[in-house]
């Protein structure tokens, strides 16, 4: 167990929908990093949260957003779903920034788009 | 559990027998690697890391080799246990900035 955790497990919804994606940090983690997980890319970096403030963005769709709130815990919301969005969400969590801080993963949100 | 049923390149080997499994990074200012350990139905899960300025790190069980010159790292797992079944996962970092690219990803079997 990571420490990390995210919520819901598994969500499964239409086209068109918008769903939020939930993470709690380890404690004392103060960032957050999202990443998607598909079949043919693999584990894309989405966007990174240090202290509530956004501090990286990777390959995030206008169409999704984040935001880290002052518990530290932080949300992403994927809104006007595509089938091509169904993937794991894995969110990450670290004492600091920067890459040589230990990520530690949650077990992820399975979403899929129908 | 479920996990994502990624198309990637595979590697079997026996109980017992040495692993090694190889990743291609892209970015020549890349000055921090990770290897990142997946099992199935779960997250990533860190293995070992290394910074550019070495081209070997071990640990228990796992040394991690880094060759600057062709951009190559690669995994050496010992004694390969049915409990190393998983993909393995390479990621490259650059300080200063704050995130990390993962690699495709291999998925190990190891045969008991």
Redesign the interface.
Known sequence: D?G?TQTPK?LITATGQRVTLRCSPRSGDL?V?W?Q????Q????LI?Y?NGEE??K?NILERFSAQQFPDLHSELNLSSLELGDS??Y?C?SSVG????Y???????T?LTVT | GESVGLHLPTLSVQEGDNSIINCAYSNSASDYFIWYKQESGKGPQFIIDIRSNMDKRQGQRVTVLLNKTVKHLSLQIAATQPGDSAVYFCAEGETGANNLFFGTGTRLTVIP
């Open positions: 990571s990390v598994h960032s990093y990443y997980q598909s079949l043919d693999g584990l894309q970096f990174q240090y501090r990286a990777g993937a794991l894995f990450a920034t920067g890459p040589s230990e990520q530690y993963f949650g077990p992820g399975r």
